[in-house]
């Protein structure tokens, strides 16, 4: 029986009467290569997903040497809602698209000029012939898969940064660059069976489409957090869930010093954060993981801060009110989404540090919701009342 091939080497078989699992079709450096194009049609000064389909498919053509040759029935095949209005939007960037797209033979390629990647110097695709060509086909192959390729432009947009972004065991982290319009569609995704599980930030590919992935090398902390997998690649189920029990959870609380006890039943009783129970528990008897943080993150917190020049003082004086209010301090997400920072998740936890890092806050680590004003804020009289309002945990119970 001839044997399938694989870019990777690393195809499996799958369990009897399940679906044969595809080879990947990308290796770990083609992969890069795939996120490197999607950043640069992200990168792009474009109004929507229409032209950034486009962009996708026409940069990977023309990478080498500025330019790929573009159908007519590969036009109509991105099934876009405004074509000639995308064409418009990259022609406005300098692009040379013919009007033969549309008026000429449907089969008959026409040349699609790119300035930006027919510079030899700071290139922004400097792909080599053989990865060139097995990204463009990932691209073709992920566009037309079939829990996607019915669905509308952002959707199959969001299905190609998904699976460019998510590692040989399907695990992902939504990136910072995924274009705006592509975040409403992400639930189309996992309704169509894209994707197995989404939540937050974090997302699984469906098995049904493990060959789309774009083998990307898993964080240290993905890494620890991976379910093991079988040797036929199935991925088995995660058991790592906190299971709530309130005999255990008051056992903990009588265990624990009056101090941390006090704090935790100012949490659980907050009349203003009403949380569930279960979650307060959750986040005071697990003890919390080291935070690796990528690149792409670093990143985005560049910029981020650059339109941020006083979240240091804005960050401590909003401890200060949120403890009058609520009687402790804020989580990670509070802080942020109390102070309309809207980041995605992924960015909560940097933001936070580097504010630590920096001495604008301080908090009692690892204990949760002790946020509070650091030796810079308190510099500059940013502190917190000297006594802690009477009564607060007992009233909370009332």
Not at 213 to 225: F, I, K, V
Not at 233 to 252: E, K, L, Y
Not at 383 to 388: D, E, G, M, N
Request: proline share 9%; with cysteine.
């Amino acid at each position: 029986m001839p044997k399938t091939t694989s870019s990777s080497s690393n195809a499996s078989t799958s369990p009897v009467g399940s679906p044969p699992l595809l080879p990947f079709l990308l290796t770990s450096r083609q992969g890069e290569a795939a996120r490197t194009l999607l950043s640069y049609a992200a990168s792009l000064d474009l109004p929507g997903p229409d032209a950034q389909l486009i962009a996708v498919v026409v940069a990977i053509r023309a990478a080498r040497g500025g330019v790929g040759n573009l159908t007519g029935t590969d036009l109509s095949a991105l099934r876009l809602g405004d074509a000639h209005g995308a064409v418009n939007a990259l022609r406005g960037l300098g692009w040379q698209l013919d009007d033969a797209l549309f008026d000429g033979d449907p089969a008959t390629p026409v040349p699609v000029t790119v300035p930006d990647l027919a510079r030899e110097a700071d290139h922004p695709l400097p792909l080599g012939k053989s990865v060139r060509s097995r990204v463009s086909g990932w691209t073709t192959k992920t566009m037309s898969a079939k829990p996607v390729k019915k669905l509308p432009p952002a959707a199959r947009l969001a299905g190609l940064f998904l699976a460019a972004h998510s590692t040989p065991r399907l695990q992902g982290q939504i990136p910072p660059d995924l274009p705006e319009a592509c975040q409403a569609a992400l639930p189309d995704l996992l309704r169509k069976g894209f994707l197995a599980e989404l939540s937050d930030d974090r997302y699984r590919l469906d098995p049904a489409v493990r060959h789309l992935s774009g083998m990307r090398r898993p964080t240290p902390e993905e890494h620890a957090a991976e379910p093991p997998e079988s040797d036929t690649g199935a991925v088995r189920p995660s058991t790592r869930v906190f299971q709530f029990n309130i005999d255990v959870w008051t056992q903990w609380k009588n265990a624990a010093t009056p101090a941390l006890r006090q704090h935790a039943e100012s949490v659980e009783y907050c009349a203003v954060c009403a949380l569930a129970p279960e979650r307060v528990a959750e986040a005071f008897m697990t003890p919390g993981r080291h935070q690796f943080f990528s690149k792409s993150i670093k990143a985005a917190y560049g910029q981020w801060k650059n339109a941020h020049p006083d979240r240091g003082r804005l960050a401590a004086e909003f401890t200060v009110a949120f403890r009058a209010e609520h009687g402790h301090g804020p989580s990670y997400r509070q802080l942020c989404s109390g102070l309309g920072w809207n980041v995605k998740h992924s960015l909560h936890g940097f933001i936070v540090k580097r504010l630590l890092a920096n001495a604008w806050l301080t908090e009692t680590a690892p204990v949760p919701w002790t946020l509070r004003p650091g030796k810079a804020a308190q510099a500059q009289g940013i502190v917190l009342p000297t006594a802690r309002r009477p009564g607060v945990s007992a009233h909370a119970r009332q």
